[in-house]
């Protein structure tokens, strides 16, 4: 009731309205020389954006022209005018870009989802090659400037998604030319971890070798006070626990972070911890929340402050968040 009478007495304290448009001016190039052309395809079912209330203003968002795929394509080649040596056609996917407002305990939060993926297109199909997909949820309460905020960093996640694609090594798997956008399902089923009734005991220096179920052969965890300290092998080779992605014992999988180990649970969707952002991030705790946009901008302050706040995030509400099994990257999609 709170949460509706709330919503329901917002338009009375707006006072104006301030269109923001996401410009796309941030660089574009491939420094590789690798690409030939980009196709832009659109897969969001409302390709107009709500507005979003921020302190006392109803915010419109929108790109150079409304026409999402044909800006992005347009922002791309005039960043690369001389393609003549490219020999790739990439396509990416925008399956979803949304900015929104929501209640949560009588507070209003301002959200931005995204979901983007590219893949090289061949003769015989597409390849996957990259994807960003997050939603990020700010406190109009504690969180300032956040419409240029969306602004700003919807353009750098798909400038730094755009750098990484070009440089990156396609997938192995081909998505039939009228399966792409079944992508995920094609290549989920080609990963021995969604089809395996019992997971690999073992050492996991990273998230492709986890899915795809290949441990380090020959190598043992040990232990010190009960904590997983490291693995080492026949050979007296060691391992230190902080380069593992994760390891499995007796069929339970722990994944590394900055929290320690935390295990890794599975339904449906996918894998995932228990966890919060501050748990994971705690360089968040004492910069920008930018930083959670698109990576950290500075380290962790030492002393009692740092220390406090981060003991209330080990405290603090945890939900599940899913590990992406195509980047291992954690996605915070609720």
Not at 60 to 76: G, K, R, V
Not at 204 to 232: H, M
Not at 246 to 264: D, P, R
Not at 267 to 272: A, I, P, T, V
Request: with cysteine; proline share 4%.
């Amino acid at each position: 009731m709170t949460k509706t009478l709330l919503i329901f007495l917002l338009p009375l304290f707006i006072f104006g309205q301030e269109k923001k448009i996401i410009k796309l001016n941030y660089p574009l190039k491939d420094y590789t020389g690798t690409t030939k052309s980009l196709e832009v395809i659109d897969l969001r079912k409302n390709k107009v954006f709500r507005n979003m209330v921020f302190r006392g203003k109803y915010y419109s968002f929108s790109f150079p022209t409304n026409d999402l795929s044909a800006d992005i394509e347009n922002w791309f080649e005039k960043n690369n005018k001389k393609r003549d040596k490219g020999t790739n056609d990439i396509v990416l996917l925008i399956e979803n870009l949304a900015i929104t407002d929501k209640v949560k305990n009588d507070e209003i939060y301002c959200v931005l989802d995204m979901k983007f993926s590219t893949f090289l297109k061949k003769d015989n199909g597409y390849y996957f090659l990259k994807r960003y997909d997050n939603v990020i949820s700010f406190s109009t309460k504690e969180m300032g400037g956040i419409p240029d905020l969306f602004v700003d960093n919807t353009q750098k996640v798909l400038q730094n998604l755009m750098f990484s694609t070009y440089r990156a090594t396609p997938s192995e798997t081909v998505i039939p030319m009228a399966d792409l956008y079944n992508y995920e399902d094609i290549l989920k089923a080609t990963y021995p971890v969604f089809s395996n009734s019992k997971l690999k005991n073992g050492i996991y220096l990273d998230a492709q070798s986890f899915f795809k179920q290949t441990p380090l052969e020959n190598y043992k965890i040990v232990r010190s006070d009960g904590d997983v300290v490291k693995a080492i092998d026949p050979n007296d080779n060691k391992i230190p626990a902080r380069k593992f992605f994760c390891y499995v014992e007796s069929g339970k999988a722990c994944k590394n972070s900055q929290a320690g180990f935390l295990e890794m649970l599975h339904d449906e969707r996918g894998f995932y911890v228990n966890a919060n952002k501050f748990m994971l991030f705690p360089e968040e705790i004492n910069t920008s929340s930018a930083f959670f946009l698109f990576g950290a901008v500075g380290g962790i302050a030492a002393g009692i402050q740092f220390s406090v706040k981060y003991n209330n995030a080990l405290k603090d509400e945890r939900y599940p968040i899913y590990i992406d099994f195509l980047t291992g990257e954690y996605s915070f999609v609720k």
